[in-house]
């Protein structure tokens, strides 16, 4: 779990193209929103791109998108529970 | 040269000059609902809406909008997303003569404010998410009426102060006035929309856009978007209506073609999850889409050619296609995006790719039907410079404002005989193609000679610690203007000015070589991804 954080991490930062943090900045407990990481809408749409592409993990609505997205944290107990 | 070489480019089914009915906006859902009453108008939240009943709502708000004492010339600010709402009530001002206020959902405070003062809107038409926003400041402005849509309830947790409006609910005075259609009393040379505007030099202002140019805008790009008959086919609403790309490119045009709105609203981040869904599921004919959603979309594995292959009509616009996103598209359909270039002050597109023929990569295409296009000198503004020479890009044709609302000095200044001043700088090839090449406020004229600052932007951008640049012209004694450059490094590099200099020098003229270089962490941008260069200051960033 550990390597899968901090992993995506990794992957937020060089993606989404994050200029103005390093991997290791973001808290387990992040938020991606305002306050948080400060994503976007279209931002998302690229972070589901890059789970599906890499992990296989589809997130295909808003209803799953709100239990996934909450923080880190919740992103990669999704991501490693439904990778293939 | 041909005065408009251009039109050799024209596809064979588009006249190079059109007969523009002499209507207004809402006549296209007068005859929408006439031909094809049952034909879906809307669907949002999975829910169909026909033209029969939007137009029956449209009606009942027209009446309440009169019963509360809105008349012709009135403005009604819309602080709405892409919902039935924002449907219903556009053509219901429009109907009764009134005046439409464009404003985007994410203005608030002193912005806000002042919008609604200086267009001294009567009546706002809301939601109840941003109830709260609007009466923080809503006791210094001329409103008299605040209509909500009541989608959480939110507006019962407000307690407004004496003397301020109370709130009245959207669907309550839809249903309580008649289906039956008001008196209309707009006519096509009436103010139709105030188009509130930035662009990307920040300053907001508000186009006078008529019936006639928006009309005319939407005739010359039915004439430019020829395909078969396509019924009652989806029209993917992600580009805010409160834009004039999506007032346009998916409202108007939907409504003028009887098809099937299929709106997205975006009230927060998670809004574009079910995106590939919706187009998977609804199969549109069109889409239209600012280059970031485009690139978000290719980058799914889920972009295949299966997922666009009923889109006809893909479109981009609001910020140069990447050339990826164009290249990526062309290999998973075969076909590509059509890029248009269009600003407020033209009621939408004024230039595009031709369609289905295209345009060269990185084009913005070619000036619509009836649209004339010039490339003037920079400082004088009076001479055309020759083919493939940058210069300020100039607009006419019947799709232009009629100039700032409430401001002449601006309006002199951007409209001079008839000729829109777009403040773009840009280059026409010899084939009449044409090319977005800057912004003209950003020019920097440093010892009498021009540097425009994507040039330089894109020779920094090319240096391996670089990840990022943006270029600014900062005040000089002796060139009047120095050119200054903000940079962001990739991942753990480090680099010395020399370096940076260095790299410059094999690059580029001297004349051009960044005075000063800071090192800042991130590169202020607008929502389309515009570099906000006025933004731009040494933020204690590290000089070098």
Redesign the interface.
Known sequence: MRELLDELKQKI??EL?L??I?PEDIADDAT??KGGLG????????L???L??DYNV?????E???QV?INMTTLADYVMQNRR | MASRPWLKNYEPHVPAGIQYPDKTIPQFLSDTQGKHPRYIACTFNDIDTTYEELNGKVNGMAHALKGLGVKKGDRIAMLLPNAPTYIIAYYAVLKIGAVVVNINVGTQGEELKSHLRSSEAKVVISLDIFVQNLYRIIADTHVEAVIIHSVFGLEKKLKPEEGLPAVLIFNDLVAAHPKEEPRWECLPQDLAVLQYTSGATGVPKAAMLTHKSIVASITQILAWLQVPDAGNAAVLCIIPFFHVFGMNACLNLSVAKGYRMILMP?F??????????VIEKYRPISVPAVP??W???L????AGSELFAPVAVPTSGGAPLPEWVQKRYKELTGRRIYEAYGLSEASSAALFAPYPGGAPGGSIGVPLPDTEARIVQIEKGLEEVAPGEVGELLLKGPQIMQGYWRNDPLTRRTLQDGWLHTGDLARMDEEGFFYLVDRRDDLIITGGLNVYPSDVENVLAAHPAL??AAVVGTPDRMRGQAVTAYV?LQ?NATVAREDLIAFCREHMPDFKIPKAIHIV??IPRNPVGKALRKALRPEGGEKT
């Open positions: 930062v060089t193209e200029t103005d390093q991606f929103f994503l976007n809408s279209v931002d998302l749409l690229l589901i791109a890059v599906d592409r589809v997130i295909h609505s808003r799953l998108g709100e997205f | 975006r927060d981040w998670l809004d574009l999850i079910p995106l590939l869904t970031s959603l690139a978000a979309l980058s799914s594995p889920r990840k990022e962001v991942d962490k991130k």
